[in-house]
């Protein structure tokens, strides 16, 4: 009698993909460059995803490392990422102007270490070095915040009172070793104090979530994400160590090695933060094509947030809605729409 082969499946994870906050801000460098016409400067990518922008430069975004590549009198647009107080000194000495697309939640991190270092604390900033994020939230109060990458940095840490000292954590880590990291700090500091809310972010949670729910039952998972990406890299780590059999980061379904699919019958498919949902169907039709048609959805968690358009552009695109005809067409570039 003939075995039946064992139906191959995906587990598609759900919620995956842009977040509130980068969804906001790919949508404040669109809605510059339709109002002001290009270019428009980015300092650093607007988001950790090579899709998202490659396709705002051929829009006519210019993205630059720093400030000073961009000619004085320009607009500046500062990434999802956030930046610091001297990075906005710079802008302003060069007469830039500047529409600050910063994730609300990152500005949340910003505003408690301003507020922790005013009253004294000194600030354990939970995170990797050299990371854009953390970069910006250190600037805010670099006399009272030292970075702790992870429980083996935890020895070399020294305050200057035991009984004021507060963590604060870059928003894309993953969940569980951040808490192994913050218990690591109160075995040492018993006052340690914890922020208001969560650091890290509901959209970084959420598709963490996702991911070990379906984990257990997946030969292989494959994260849609750049190696840049911070939230995205988390996912490959916390698949594997939720049981995954094995676990890869692709920015494009043609970087996907059929050599992964050998003896798989289950695929679980998610994405990261910063990943349109384009990309996840590329990877699904590819699947597709070598048997995977059966696609099953794990959910872990509604998201219905939606951030609005940074102040500045919220105020010219209102001045503009409200300004009779003529004028508008005349302060569009080229004098048309």
């Not at 009984?163 to 218990?183: A, H, Y």
């Not at 990406?229 to 970087?255: I, Q, T, W």
């Amino acid at each position: 009698m003939t075995t039946a082969p064992t139906p191959r499946r995906i587990l598609l994870a759900s919620p995956r993909g842009v977040c509130a906050g980068v969804d906001r801000a790919i949508e404040t460098v669109e809605k510059a460059l339709e109002r002001y016409g290009p270019p428009v400067y980015v300092r650093h990518e607007i988001v950790h995803n090579k899709y998202v922008v490659k396709t705002l430069e051929k829009k006519g975004a210019i993205f630059v490392d720093e400030t000073f590549e961009v000619p004085e009198g320009n607009i500046v647009i500062f990434s999802a990422h956030g930046v610091a107080p001297v990075v906005h000194e710079e802008a302003a000495r060069r007469k830039l102007a500047t529409i600050d697309a910063t994730c609300p939640l990152v500005t949340k991190v910003h505003k408690e270490a301003v507020r922790y270092a005013r009253e004294g604390y000194d600030i354990l900033l939970i995170g990797h070095e050299g990371h854009e994020e953390v970069i910006g939230t250190s600037g805010e109060a670099p006399d009272h915040i030292q970075l702790v990458d992870d429980p083996d940095d935890v020895a070399n840490v020294e305050v200057r009172d035991p009984d004021k000292v507060v963590w604060l954590s870059q928003t894309t880590l993953s969940v569980d070793e951040t808490m192994e990291t913050v218990g690591a700090l109160k075995n040492k500091f018993p006052n340690l104090l914890s922020p208001p809310s969560d650091d890290i972010c509901y959209a970084t949670q959420n598709r963490q979530t996702a991911v070990k729910k379906m984990s257990a039952e997946s030969d292989l998972v494959i994260v849609v994400g750049s190696k840049n990406s911070s939230n995205s890299v988390r996912l490959v780590e916390v698949a594997l160590g939720a049981g995954a059999g094995a676990a890869h980061l692709v920015d494009y379904a043609d970087e996907i090695d059929e050599a992964w699919l050998d003896g798989v019958d289950t695929v679980g498919l998610t994405s990261g933060a910063s990943v349109p949902e384009i990309l996840v169907e590329r990877v699904l039709e590819w699947l597709a094509a070598r048997g995977y048609e059966d696609v099953e959805t794990v959910k872990a968690a509604e998201e219905s947030i939606a951030f609005s358009l940074p102040k500045e552009l919220r105020r010219d695109l209102r001045a503009e809605a409200a300004a009779p005809v003529e004028v508008r067409r005349a302060t569009r570039p080229g004098g048309e729409w």
